[in-house]
Every structure is written in structure tokens, then in C-alpha cells.
């Protein structure tokens, strides 16, 4: 990611924020997409006939809103209900010019009917990063180099909030101009011994008491 003319620049989200770097401005939340992850609620079948577990509850919405919020911008929650691909482009044409910055949360998985990926393949790169929770990652933009930068997040809430504290809070904050872009650190002393997965960085809960930390619940990506 850089810093161009005021606006977060992105090479690498379906809920869709689209951010507005100036204080002043806002972040528009879409919803747009599942995940393999996804399992709230029944299935369903896509256009080519294939099925698809539904899209989380817009309950999480406002947990990005507001993780948007806590970060220093403005947002806007637009949600979707349906995986169409049609439905999505036509949503994010309707808001991009009023968008610095837009972050979709997913359809990005490996499935036979992922809408983010179907509507962006030829703008967004889409990547398997080796983090758990939150693997499926994309970044590009809309509209050519110099359009509105776009960032496409897993689909599962737990996934999405780690992946925007890892890879968008910080640089958004840098972006507005925060001279301390990201979150104080410490060290502590674990108080236990944790194992995880092979090649991968997991995030893991945690309780801090004093100088030490222990963990604090299942890896699972399902529990908050």
C-alpha cells in the first residue's frame, strides 16, 4: 500500500467499505458475498446451478463500521442479500466516486461461486496468505491505475476484523495522517505452551495480567 495524492493505494475484500482517507469523509460498508467459512444460516444455489452456504448476518456490519470508525474514518453500511454478480458491480459503479478507499468482506474464497471474485478477477488480485484466521486476501482497484483503490477481506467476521487489523488499520491511519499509526505494543511472558499450524502466523486471544498472558479460548475463527 502507498500513500498517492491523499488516497490510500492498494495492490491487493463480499461486504464492500468504501473509505474516505479525509476525516471529513466516509467509508462505505456493502455486503456482497460468502465464504466456505460462512455457515450462518441455510444454503442456496447459484446462477450455474451450484450451491453456496448464505452470506453471515448483517449483524457483523457494524462491527466493521465500527472498526472503521475506531481506526479515525467515517463509514457507511450498504448492504447486499444476494450473491449476483450483476448486483454487486452495480452497487459498487453506484458508490465508487464517492469512495476513497473500498473494502469488501467476502466471496473470496475457493468455491464454484465466489461473487467478488466473479465481478473483480480482472482488477484484483486475489492471494492465499498465510495467516489463520483470514487466508483469502485481494487487493487492486476499480477503474484502471488510477481509480479507487479496492481491498477484498474473507467473509467470516472473525476473519475480517483480523485481517483489517493486520492489513488496513494501520496504513489508513497513516493515510489520514495519525503520526502514531498503529496500536501501542507489549511484550509479555506466555503462560502456557501454544502450538500452530505449520507455515501459518495464527492469531490467537489472549488475557494480559501484568507482564504476563494467557490464551483465552479456541483458535476457531467462528468464536469472537
Not at 12 to 40: E, Q, T, W
Not at 138 to 154: C, E, F, Q, R, S
Not at 182 to 209: C, H, I, M, W, Y
Amino acid at each position: 500500500m502507498e500513500l498517492a495524492h491523499g488516497a490510500l493505494r492498494s495492490t491487493r475484500g463480499a461486504a464492500v467499505a468504501i473509505c474516505r482517507l479525509d476525516l471529513a469523509r466516509s467509508m462505505l460498508l456493502l455486503h456482497g458475498g460468502h465464504d466456505d467459512d460462512d455457515h450462518h444460516g441455510g444454503g442456496g444455489t447459484g446462477p450455474s446451478g451450484g450451491s453456496w452456504a448464505k452470506a453471515p448476518s448483517f449483524a457483523s456490519d457494524p462491527e466493521r463500521a465500527a472498526a472503521v470508525r475506531e481506526a479515525g474514518a467515517q463509514a457507511t453500511i450498504a448492504p447486499m442479500s444476494a450473491d449476483d454478480v450483476d448486483a454487486f458491480r452495480a452497487a459498487l459503479a453506484a458508490h465508487a466516486t464517492d469512495a476513497d478507499l473500498i473494502i469488501t468482506t467476502g466471496g473470496v474464497s475457493a468455491g464454484a461461486y465466489e461473487v467478488v471474485k466473479d465481478a473483480l478477477s480482472d482488477q484484483v488480485e486475489f492471494v492465499k496468505v498465510a495467516m489463520q484466521p483470514g487466508m483469502p486476501q485481494g487487493a487492486g482497484t476499480l477503474g484502471g491505475p488510477d481509480g479507487v483503490p479496492i481491498i477484498t477481506l474473507p467473509g467470516n467476521p472473525v476473519s475480517a476484523l483480523v485481517s483489517f487489523e493486520v492489513f488496513v488499520r494501520s496504513p489508513l491511519r497513516a493515510a489520514m495522517g495519525h503520526a502514531e499509526p498503529g496500536r501501542p505494543r507489549r511484550t509479555a511472558q506466555l503462560t502456557e505452551d501454544l502450538t500452530s499450524p505449520r507455515g501459518k502466523r495464527q492469531f490467537r486471544r489472549g488475557v494480559l495480567t501484568g507482564d504476563s498472558v494467557s490464551s483465552y479460548g479456541p483458535p476457531a475463527s467462528h468464536h469472537l
